[in-house]
């Protein structure tokens, strides 16, 4: 597992034993609502992901951990990312279906995975056992499927890690080109005076003899 969710799985233990308020109300759905929503009234809405959403949001892995507040469509978003699969490990996300049908259309609850132990998974679980955040240990009957964030938050890594070598590559290679005439830069290239002064000069003779004619005596004459 690594150092960041291991992180995660910390934050979610300071919440142990949160349980829900009157009408289901939670800090979770309520966070949810204002944060990712922002006009939807989440405060007593069936709160298992959101309790995973809120961790995420708190130590800034939405990217790659998501927010959801529906476990049909956070699954699903795992397996676009092409990080779902049948094998559980710590830092898992593990998804339920009661009825056993394996089917991701019909998963009713979502948890962390913090330990493997032959067929049994223990795990982190918001909104279980009336409404409370509480660990647990499982068979694994009832699950759906794992979605895996590091593999998510890896490959993001590898993309960044990609694009950063792309541009510091292209800059190397725009350093070491030699400027071309003309292109220095913050030079303020001056009129030469001397050519200035030149140049009036000329105009100056243009107007003094070029707009006389010559004395006709001296024109040919001896």
Same mark, same amino acid.
């Given at each position: 597992m690594t150092p960041e969710m291991q992180k995660f799985i910390e934050l979610l233990e300071s919440q142990l034993g949160y349980s829900e308020k009157a009408s289901g109300y !939670? =800090? %979770?759905g309520e966070w949810y609502g204002k944060n990712v929503e922002f006009d939807a009234d989440y405060s007593g809405a069936p709160w298992c992901e959101m309790y995973l959403s809120w961790a995420a949001h708190k130590l800034g892995y939405e990217e790659? +951990? /998501?927010q959801f @507040?529906?476990?049909v469509a956070h699954a699903k978003w795992f397996k676009e990312q092409d990080a779902w699969g049948k094998k559980p490990k710590? /830092? @898992?996300f593990v998804y339920y279906d009661w009825s056993g049908s394996n089917d991701l259309d019909n998963i009713d609850h979502v948890g962390i995975v913090t330990k493997v132990e032959g067929d049994k998974i %223990? !795990?982190?679980e918001g909104n279980i056992d009336g409404g409370v955040a509480k660990r647990k240990e499982r068979d694994t009957g =009832? +699950? +759906?499927g794992y979605g895996y964030p590091e593999q998510i938050k890896a490959r993001l890594d590898e993309d960044a890690a990609r694009e950063a070598a792309e541009a510091k590559k292209k800059a190397e290679e725009q @350093?070491?080109?030699p400027p071309g005439p003309g292109t220095d830069v913050g030079v303020l290239q001056m009129p030469d005076e001397s050519l200035t002064g030149g140049s009036e000069a000329t105009e100056e003779t243009k107007e003094d003899t070029g707009s006389q004619r010559p004395h006709p005596r001296s024109e040919g004459s001896p």
């Amino acid at each position: 597992m690594t150092p960041e969710m291991q992180k995660f799985i910390e934050l979610l233990e300071s919440q142990l034993g949160y349980s829900e308020k009157a009408s289901g109300y !939670t =800090k %979770f759905g309520e966070w949810y609502g204002k944060n990712v929503e922002f006009d939807a009234d989440y405060s007593g809405a069936p709160w298992c992901e959101m309790y995973l959403s809120w961790a995420a949001h708190k130590l800034g892995y939405e990217e790659w +951990v /998501g927010q959801f @507040a529906w476990t049909v469509a956070h699954a699903k978003w795992f397996k676009e990312q092409d990080a779902w699969g049948k094998k559980p490990k710590p /830092g @898992a996300f593990v998804y339920y279906d009661w009825s056993g049908s394996n089917d991701l259309d019909n998963i009713d609850h979502v948890g962390i995975v913090t330990k493997v132990e032959g067929d049994k998974i %223990f !795990t982190i679980e918001g909104n279980i056992d009336g409404g409370v955040a509480k660990r647990k240990e499982r068979d694994t009957g =009832k +699950v +759906v499927g794992y979605g895996y964030p590091e593999q998510i938050k890896a490959r993001l890594d590898e993309d960044a890690a990609r694009e950063a070598a792309e541009a510091k590559k292209k800059a190397e290679e725009q @350093a070491s080109v030699p400027p071309g005439p003309g292109t220095d830069v913050g030079v303020l290239q001056m009129p030469d005076e001397s050519l200035t002064g030149g140049s009036e000069a000329t105009e100056e003779t243009k107007e003094d003899t070029g707009s006389q004619r010559p004395h006709p005596r001296s024109e040919g004459s001896p």
